[in-house]
């Protein structure tokens, strides 16, 4: 086995290439990667390379869930870190680093078994759509018969292999094989995939430095400045601040953890400034991440839109609104690795494990060829026939693990920015999938109607991009300001499904506070029973491609046949969501 000092070594070589130049030095101590790295398989004890910046010499601190780690556990090599944690003596817990009278910004460390291998840039080629995929690194599905570890080595012994990676709550194993280039490789996959054993094979596709959750830059439209006045965000944290402390009847909340796909946050933003260090989670939202260099960047305004400090400027946190009235909020974002869709979903999977209630996919991919509403092919987040293959089985793997056994668990995923449709597996996953346990948001914007009050379906109308069909539950609004470095100073409109998902899983958390009770379908029907409406009437079949979310049901109105809202498009009404959520406490024990 390699010594600590050369997998650190080859740790910072990695990063190095990776991010292809160097951070700008810094004063400010932050961590800005932080994942496993030795034997991935190894349990008992495990191995974490930390990369960070602003470290200087002398005397530093590394806190686990506020405990200090030993001198021991712990191999210093300039601005990187290497620790020896055992397992047996730690739990998952935010990390954050302290020396002096500077203290990091806190990374969430889990401890559970999955984790999996990115590609290195030299580990990856063009295949014949042009897209990147990975050359030696795949994973294989095993049946659930079979000891997934077990079998997975005897297949590597098998093909000349080598087991690297694992998400074995699913018996899922990822192998490094013997290949040079794609020919080599799909070879090796047509073997494998015959194997009695083997129930899928999943090829990753995805860059190792390009985020596969980013958007289209192009905004097609101008947002108005007020956009989530058509959600009623600001109703919604007036009426919990003022409903759950009210003094002629207090409702009891509990805290909740919420895990967000993506891969870091600026914390030298003002929306996150005072985010560093340890966080006192009685009565007040967390946020754990590691550091990013751009205020600007996908993560900062997808956790923005749950976490961001109010009146600094840049975004505004929904669930930091909620402080001191509500019961402390937890907001982890995590992706495990740079290794596309297979990292999303380790990741997902530890932090279930580690007690997260909600999860926010603000991410998804469009099958080669998909068309979008026009005709016209999709361009944006595309992968071959063969990589949706392996995705497809993974991410129903994952549903039906979650629905064995994490029951109480919801996703909320985007539906996508291709003007398409979500709801077939030939366009787009995973928002194809039907669960209870997933939840797909569509995105909205206000309208230029002039006289048209907030219930009025002409108050908005959907946002260009925003894919749409029967498999969307609900709409909310696509544009949200993003952070910036300086106080005070409004950011840029950022707009896309990825920041509509966010508004949605807010309020879930926020009604999972209330109700803990609340399972996945009763949460649906809630949030559908207290939705406004968005577009025209349409009796249930979708006119020229219209029909933007699945229509509103007598049964969402009382049964209530000639009810305006039925067989319109649902939009999110987050004040009524939660006052439905209030009163489901007397009906849901």
Not at 76 to 103: C, M, N, T, V, Y
Not at 366 to 373: F, M, T, Y
Not at 439 to 464: L, N, W
Not at 497 to 520: D, E, W
């Amino acid at each position: 086995m390699l010594s600590r000092i050369v997998l650190t070594t080859l740790f910072i070589v990695a990063s190095s290439l990776a991010q292809g130049e160097t951070a700008p030095p810094s004063d400010a101590l932050r961590i800005t990667q932080l994942q496993r790295c030795g034997d991935l398989l190894q349990q008992h004890a495990q191995d974490f390379c930390l990369k960070a910046q602003g470290v200087q010499d002398g005397d530093l601190r590394v806190l686990l869930g506020g405990t200090p780690l030993a001198a021991e556990q712990i191999r210093r090599d300039g601005q990187s870190l290497f620790l020896h944690i055992e397992a047996q003596q730690a739990k998952s817990a935010p990390l954050w680093l302290e020396q002096g009278e500077q203290a990091s910004n806190p990374v969430w460390l889990s401890l559970n078994r999955s984790q999996v291998l990115a590609a290195g840039p030299d580990e990856v080629a063009k295949n014949m759509d042009g897209l990147t995929t990975y050359v030696d690194l795949i994973s294989l599905l095993i049946e659930e018969s079979h000891d997934g570890l077990e079998e997975s080595r005897r297949l590597a012994e098998r093909y000349g292999a080598q087991v690297v990676g694992a998400i074995p709550p699913l018996n899922i194993y990822q192998l490094r094989i013997p290949a040079k280039n794609l020919v080599e490789r799909d070879a090796l996959i047509l073997r494998l995939g015959s194997e009695v054993s083997v129930d899928a094979v999943i090829v990753e596709e995805s860059a190792p430095e390009k985020g596969e959750e980013s958007e289209r830059d192009k905004v097609p439209s101008k947002p108005s400045e007020d956009e989530w006045a058509a959600n009623r965000f600001i109703d919604a944290v007036n009426f919990y601040q003022r409903r759950i402390p009210a003094k002629q009847s207090p409702i009891e909340t509990k805290p909740v953890r919420i895990g967000v796909i993506e891969r870091n946050v600026d914390f030298d933003a003002p929306d996150f400034a005072d985010y560093l260090g340890a966080c006192n989670g009685e009565q007040r939202t967390c946020l754990y991440a590691r550091d990013s260099d751009k205020p600007d960047n996908h993560g900062s305004t997808v956790a923005g839109i749950l976490a961001a400090r109010w009146g600094k400027g840049g975004n505004t946190g929904f669930l930091r609104g909620l402080d001191k009235a509500g019961p402390g909020f937890e907001v982890i974002v995590e992706r495990n690795s740079d290794a596309g869709i297979t990292a999303n979903i380790a990741a997902s999977v530890n932090l279930v494990e580690d007690g997260v209630r909600v999860l926010n996919w603000s991410w998804g991919i469009h099958r080669v060829g998909a068309k979008n509403i026009e005709g016209d092919e999709v361009d944006s987040l595309v992968r071959s026939g063969i990589a949706m293959s392996g995705y497809e089985e993974l991410l129903e793997e994952f549903f039906l693990w979650l629905r064995r056994e994490h029951p109480d668990v919801v996703v909320v995923n985007s539906a996508g920015n291709g003007s398409s449709f979500s709801g077939s597996d030939e366009y787009r996953l995973p928002s194809s999938f039907i669960t209870d346990q997933l939840f797909v948001v569509g995105g909205h914007q206000r309208s230029q109607e002039a006289g048209v009050g907030i219930d009025d379906p002409d108050y908005v109308i959907k946002r260009s991009s925003s894919n749409i069909d029967m498999r969307v539950d609900i709409t909310a609004s696509a544009c949200a300001r993003a952070s910036t470095l300086e106080e005070d100073e409004e950011g840029e409109s950022h707009c896309g499904t990825s920041y509509a998902t966010p508004m949605v899983t807010g309020v879930i958390a926020a009604m999972l506070s209330i109700n803990p009770r609340l399972q996945p379908d009763q949460l649906r029907m809630l949030l559908r029973r207290s939705a406004m409406t968005i577009g025209g009437d349409y009796d249930f079949e979708p006119m020229d491609a219209e029909d933007l979310t699945a229509p509103i049901l007598p049964s969402e109105r009382n049964y209530e046949l000639n009810n305006k809202d039925v067989g319109r498009s649902a939009r999110l009404d987050m004040q009524k969501a939660i006052d439905l959520a209030v009163q489901s406490r007397d009906r849901v024990r």
